[in-house]
């Protein structure tokens, strides 16, 4: 069982438009949250990172919420862009890993701007 | 910063065949992950080095893998012989592990493309 499912797989919006992207985990107790962005054809780029008592973070368009009584994430883009196109991760960091910050991924969701 | 550097970008092998993927990490990092994403089990850590040592090898799937970290500007991922379903997208990344187990960044090169005809 995925210990980090995110929804939806994919998803096409037109440029300009706002989306949010879904992020639920059981992994617990857990250190940080994060939202990676990767472009097709590279690696992933970090976004955000929440620790566990975090609520939100902002970077730039992009805002990450965090519900940890719910064990839920969500990524929001504003006004996306052309550039807004690519798969969006959501990683989680175990607390207890064994002394390093090992990562936890999700699938991913695809996401198309089209102009 | 050149950030993390991999080499080669794309690769294609025949089955059978010795493959070696190259990595130089950040100036400075401590820490080195090797990953491999493929479109049905996304991204998996195959095996962390911190000071050039393996601490966590659990990922790595079979004897055919093997990594070592001769210094702390180079590690290489060698996959003897090579199989079809080996064929992915593999990752470097490095951090500065300054405090254990917390959020320390992993940063990730361009990756390598393998392909196992």
């Known amino acids: 069982k995925n210990q980090v499912e995110q929804s939806p797989q994919s998803l096409i919006i037109l440029e300009g438009k706002n989306c949010t992207l879904q992020c639920n985990y059981t992994v617990s107790p857990f250190s940080n949250l994060r939202w990676y962005k990767q472009d097709t054809g590279r690696g992933p780029v970090s976004l955000t990172i929440m620790t566990f008592s975090e609520n939100t973070k902002s970077n730039g368009r992009y805002t990450a919420t965090l519900d940890a009584d719910t064990k839920q994430s969500s990524l929001h883009i504003t006004a996306s862009q052309l550039s807004d196109s690519a798969s969006y991760i959501c990683?989680?960091?175990?607390?207890?890993?064994?002394?390093?910050?090992?990562?936890?991924f999700g699938a991913g969701t695809r996401l198309a701007v089209h102009p | 910063d050149a950030g993390v550097i991999q080499s080669p970008r794309h690769e294609v092998t025949e089955m059978g065949q010795e493959v070696t993927l190259r990595c130089k990490p950040i100036?400075?990092?401590?820490?080195l992950f090797w990953y491999r994403q493929t479109m049905m089990r996304g991204l998996e850590l195959l095996i962390y080095f911190n000071n050039n040592v393996p601490i966590d090898d659990s990922g790595m799937p079979e004897d055919r893998f093997s990594a070592k970290m001769p210094n702390a500007s180079f590690s290489t991922l060698k996959i003897q012989p090579s199989e079809p379903r080996d064929s992915a997208v593999y990752f470097c990344?490095?951090?500065?592990?300054?405090?254990?187990?917390?959020?320390?960044?992993?940063?990730f090169g361009p990756g390598t493309r393998l392909t196992v005809l």
């Open positions: 990344a490095s951090s500065l592990a300054t405090v254990r187990g917390a959020g320390n960044e992993q940063f």
């Open positions: 990683v989680v960091s175990p607390m207890f890993s064994g002394g390093y910050n090992k990562l936890i």
């Open positions: 100036s400075g990092h401590n820490s």
